[in-house]
């Protein structure tokens, strides 16, 4: 792969509609709980390592389909979140290192693959900018049911969406850890502010 690649009518349509109704109706879908860089955005976050892909397939058996295409076999931890975006939502320039709460020494992920699930029609905004040392290697105009994979170290960004409605990705990091690292990471977690507010709530 040189920088991305993208693969389109990934899934049969039904697939987004329904990918589209379930996530919006978990529980975990709040205000994200991702860093500062991801404005006006809702979401949640699955961490886990492929010995409970099953799992994560039991808990979200909506997700399947998307990790059975999505997944490389040379990963061995992963970061899945679906991110919605709106009117004025946007993703500040970074690299993904969404491990690195959990072990410090981890480096950016392998590649991050990206299903774009709902695009607003004719939506002006919220291109995916690529870069590598500030140099921009591609800028991706969303489009529905495309499955995109970039490398995991390039500096990304998602423009200002201009357009009402809602622009909807499931976004994978997929890791290949040593042994060490891998005992860093939960096997299965959730992260939500959802569940984070429901954990505060019993103390």
Not at 25 to 30: D, G, H, I, L, R
Not at 158 to 166: C, E, I, L, Q, R
Not at 186 to 203: D, H, L
Request: hydrophobic letters at 35%; one cysteine or more.
């Amino acid at each position: 792969m040189k920088h991305y690649q993208q693969q389109p009518n990934a899934f049969p349509s039904d697939y987004l509609s329904h990918l589209w109704g379930e996530i919006h109706a978990c529980p975990y879908f709040a205000i994200n709980n991702l860093n500062r860089d991801f404005v006006g955005t809702k979401g949640f976050s699955v961490v886990f390592v492929r010995s409970h892909l099953s799992t994560v397939e039991q808990q979200f058996p909506y997700f399947k389909p998307y990790l059975d295409l999505a997944l490389q076999p040379n990963c061995n931890a992963f970061y899945l979140n679906p991110l919605l975006l709106k009117e004025g939502s946007r993703v500040d320039p970074h690299i993904d290192r969404s491990l690195r709460s959990y072990c410090k020494t981890i480096e950016p992920p392998t590649l991050v693959s990206v299903l774009y699930v709902r695009v607003p029609l004719n939506m002006e905004g919220g291109e995916l900018i690529l870069k590598a040392h500030k140099r921009q290697l591609g800028q991706v105009k969303p489009q529905m049911n495309t499955l995109l994979y970039f490398q995991g170290d390039l500096t990304h960004a998602v423009n200002p969406v201009k357009t009402p409605g809602y622009r909807l990705s499931l976004v994978c990091e997929q890791y290949s850890l040593s042994e060490v690292e891998l005992q860093e990471i939960p096997p299965f977690t959730v992260e939500s502010r959802v569940a984070q507010s429901t954990t505060k709530k019993r103390k």
